[in-house]
């Protein structure tokens, strides 16, 4: 019996509310069911919609959107389905029942350079996370991730990034890309064909206190703060993935009008991180938010 703790988040559309998981759900990839008969496979589905005002049930990794019918507000349900999901996964109800794989998946992965030499960047067809996360050695994946402790026994590899449908790895000095690449790009395919578990929990986010590293606030952001995450999701996030990295809000000093935002994957370390970051991110922030900003720095960039 696990402790599975439910968050619940707004959207943009105020039909649809998201119940984050911190634990995985599934095994990568997504459901999306719109009433109670196409859900014969997710018993987790088939619970809500015995609820009258659920209309659509989305289902990915770690968390879970539920559409309503204009029958009722969320404020006045959105607590008690929580508190339902919450004791529905911590009895280890089954989510998802997902088939065995009869033949083959047809999975393509591809080798990409990306502006960091030490970083390349595997990419794929198939859905890995919906959450990003990022592996700095094999005792940090053992506990979380089989497909990123596998690929660190490759003695070369540094830090494994996994994203939605990529994957950044991070060399040593020892090799050049060149002389490995295919190897790994053939490993991550048939890994991921042979359908094993990419991430069965999602890395811890509480720290000790003698810990360097940072953990991204959960508080709900609001003003200028919002309007920054907004902005990099919608501008700078896809250009940075297409690199093989990521770019996180850290936060914001109202005060010194400084924006903090953590480097992911590629971007972190990369010798053109700097001028990506005071050419490209603080320039479009300065422009999108005037007098608002008046530097953007990166914490492990």
């Not at 009258?52 to 989305?58: A, N, S, W």
């Not at 490993?187 to 360097?212: C, M, W």
């Not at 903090?260 to 010798?271: K, M």
Request: hydrophobic share 40%.
């Amino acid at each position: 019996m696990q402790d599975v703790k439910i968050t619940i988040q707004e959207t943009t559309n105020n039909t649809i509310v998201k119940f984050n998981s911190n634990k995985i759900l599934i095994n990568g990839g997504s459901y999306e069911f719109s009433n109670i008969d196409e859900a014969k496979n997710s018993p987790l589905a088939q619970q809500l919609f015995y609820l009258p005002f659920v209309k659509k049930v989305f289902i990915t990794a770690n968390f879970i959107a539920v559409q309503r019918f204009d029958i009722v507000e969320w404020i006045d349900v959105q607590e008690e389905v929580a508190t339902q999901l919450e004791s529905y996964l911590s009895d280890d109800g089954i989510v998802v029942n997902e088939e065995p794989r009869s033949k083959k998946e047809a999975i393509e992965v591809y080798a990409e350079v990306t502006p960091n030499p030490a970083v390349m960047k595997f990419g794929t067809n198939k859905s890995l996370t919906q959450t990003d996360v990022e592996y700095k050695n094999i005792e940090e994946a053992s506990k979380s991730s089989p497909l990123a402790q596998a690929i660190f026994n490759f003695p070369f590899v540094k830090e494994v990034f996994i994203s939605d449908n990529y994957i950044s790895i991070t060399k040593y000095d020892m090799v050049e890309w060149n002389e490995v690449f295919a190897e790994v790009r053939t490993f991550i395919r048939e890994y991921l064909v042979a359908g094993k578990t990419i991430i069965h929990e999602l890395p811890n986010q509480e720290k000790t206190k003698n810990s360097d590293k940072v953990k991204q606030p959960k508080v709900q952001l609001e003003g200028i703060s919002a309007q920054i995450v907004d902005i990099l999701d919608e501008y700078i996030k896809p250009a940075v993935a297409g690199d093989g990295g990521n770019i996180a809000f850290r936060s914001y000093d109202e005060q010194n009008k400084v924006v903090s935002v953590i480097l992911q994957g590629a971007c972190s370390g990369c010798p053109s991180s700097t001028a990506t970051l005071k050419n490209g991110i603080e320039n479009l922030l300065k422009e999108m938010l005037p007098n608002q900003i008046n530097e953007v720095v990166a914490i492990n960039g």
